[in-house]
């Protein structure tokens, strides 16, 4: 059995006892932090080019195309 323990704290009570830690871990944690802050900014950023009128028929038409053009180019 598992018992989940919530505590309230401070940021400065949280940087206090990330002082404590040893470099090893600071350096972990500083790994994770920014593991996350990537994931955040990515999501956001892929969340920021979501379009709904953009769907794998139009994405293949438009490489067909280009396709074609780079051929014509080629062939002249």
């Known amino acids: ?6 505590i309230d704290m401070t940021f400065d009570q949280i940087l206090s ?3 404590q830690l040893p470099r090893r871990q600071k350096l972990k944690l500083t790994a994770a932090l920014e593991e996350e802050a990537i994931d955040s900014k990515l999501s ?3 969340k920021t080019f979501k379009t709904k009128e ?3 028929k139009t994405v293949n038409e438009e490489v067909e ?4 053009e780079i051929y014509d180019k080629q062939n002249r």
């Open 1 to 6: 059995m598992k018992t989940a323990l919530q």
């Open 17 to 19: 006892i990330v002082k």
């Open 44 to 46: 956001q950023l892929l």
């Open 54 to 56: 953009l769907d794998l």
């Open 65 to 68: 195309q280009v396709r074609q």
